[in-house]
């Protein structure tokens, strides 16, 4: 996610208050500490970003 706002030249505040989702929950996302995401919460990121979850997440297998 984090490449993708650079990319978009925006900040997470800025996300956040374009979205209302909290800062908290946007950090959690950005540094892949998140054990799940809604799909609300996932539709209002890839809407504001113009990007799909594909290139927002990566997933990792132990």
């Known amino acids: 996610m984090g ?6 030249g925006m900040t997470l505040t800025e996300l956040s208050r374009r979205t209302g989702i909290t800062m ?3 950090s959690i996302l950005k540094t892949n500490k998140a054990k799940a995401v809604r799909f609300t919460t996932l539709t209002a990121i890839c809407i504001e970003l113009n ?3 594909a290139e927002l997440f990566t997933i990792r297998f132990p």
């Open 3 to 8: 490449e993708v706002l650079a990319d978009r």
């Open 24 to 26: 908290a929950n946007l």
């Open 51 to 53: 990007a799909t979850p």
